[in-house]
């Protein structure tokens, strides 16, 4: 059973990259490449945009700190 799903997936799920390359009128070896590339580049947006969110999030804090007075300045 899993062999046969295997050989399904590797039948049918490769193809995918090979036919996008047709339409487009280049190789498949390129849209993989892309695919490929692509997920490294998201990956690291997501990394990028969590160390952003958390120094805003350190400034915030620092600007916004509760005072007990006024003469705490």
């Known amino acids: 059973m899993i062999y046969d799903l295997r050989h399904f997936l ?3 799920g490769f193809y995918v990259s090979s036919r996008l ?6 190789r498949a ?3 993989r490449l892309f695919f490929i590339y692509i997920t490294f580049a ?5 990394f990028v945009l969590y160390l952003v ?7 915030k804090d620092l600007v916004y ?3 007990t007075s ?3 300045l």
């Open 29 to 31: 070896k390129n849209v």
């Open 65 to 67: 700190t509760k005072r």
């Open 53 to 59: 969110m958390a120094f805003w999030l350190k400034l």
């Open 42 to 46: 998201t990956v690291g947006l997501g």
């Open 10 to 12: 590797e039948r049918n």
């Open 21 to 26: 390359a047709d339409r487009l009128g280049i």
């Open 70 to 72: 006024v003469f705490d």
